[in-house]
Structures are given as C-alpha cells and as structure tokens.
C-alpha cells in the first residue's frame, strides 16, 4: 500500500490544492472522518467545518468549508466544497458573508409555505455548524450587523 494518496479541493471559485497526501480529515455531516491511502472508497456529504490535510512531509494545512461532498477512494480524496478557504485567510468579513448566507438559508426555509420540518432543521443545523466553525477559528459569530 502506498503511503500517500492524490488530495485535490476545489471550491466554484478556485482549485484550493493538488497535493499527496498521507491523511485528509474531513467534517462528515454524519460524523467526522479521516480518509488514509487504501480508504474504502465512499461518497461523504459534508458539514461546514475545518478539512485538516497532513502531507507527505507530516506538515498540517487547514481549510474552512461551508458544505460539499468528498469522494474517497484507496488512492486520492476529491473535495468540492460549497465554499472553501485556506484557513490562513480565513477573516472575519469571509466569516461574516458566510454566516449571512446561512442566517438567508433559515429565513427562507421558515418563510416558505411549502418547506417542511425537515427542511427547516437542515437549514438551522446549517447556521449551528457554521457559528462552530467560526467560534472554533477564533472568529465572531455573534455580530450584530447581520440582517435578521
């Protein structure tokens, strides 16, 4: 078995990275997980969170996602994120876009007469992991300049 495996993120703004890695954990919306070379292969809905990437030197690289899917087989992961950034730039005006978006999300899930409970929590779950995300990197997710 290989050591490394083939690491690609990509976000519909940019390619983030290409690289080998030796390990990808990922922010499943079933559970955190780590995917190693000779992974079983697996589709993985992700939640917002950090995707922490270690290379093939043993260095970490962290990357914020706002959702998207991981496909894992035994030699690579591909990420395509809803939104990614590399965690170093990562700043609260970013943050503050993505909480707004999230905060729009549950609006429109309550305001639609047709939405449904499921519907509803998805999108509040939606607006709890990202509020996570952002007190876990240090960022403010209570501002109060958000539209309500």
Same mark, same amino acid.
């Given at each position: 078995m290989a050591d490394t495996m083939q690491f690609?993120?990509?976000?519909?703004?940019?390619?983030?990275?290409?690289?080998?890695?030796?390990?990808?954990r990922l922010?499943? +919306?079933e559970g955190d997980l780590t995917a190693m070379p000779g992974h079983a292969p697996a589709i993985v809905n992700l939640r917002p969170g950090l995707v922490t990437v270690v290379k093939a030197d043993g260095s970490e690289t962290e990357y914020a996602v706002t959702g998207g899917f991981a496909e894992i087989?035994?030699?690579?992961?591909?990420?395509l994120a809803e939104r990614g950034h590399p965690r170093v730039e990562m700043t609260q &005006?970013?943050?503050d876009e993505m909480m707004a978006q999230a905060q729009r999300e549950?609006?429109? +899930? !309550?305001?639609?007469?047709s939405a449904?409970?499921?519907?509803? &929590? +998805? &999108?509040?779950k939606l607006l709890a992991d990202? !509020? &996570?995300?952002?007190?876990?990197i240090g960022l403010d997710p209570d501002r109060s300049n958000f539209p309500h």
């Open positions: 690609d993120l990509v976000s519909p703004e940019r390619s983030l990275v290409s690289v080998p890695v030796r390990e990808v922010p499943g +919306a087989n035994n030699e690579s992961v591909t990420l &005006a970013i943050f549950v609006r429109i +899930a !309550q305001e639609h007469p449904g409970e499921e519907v509803v &929590a +998805a &999108a509040v990202m !509020q &996570a995300l952002g007190t876990h």
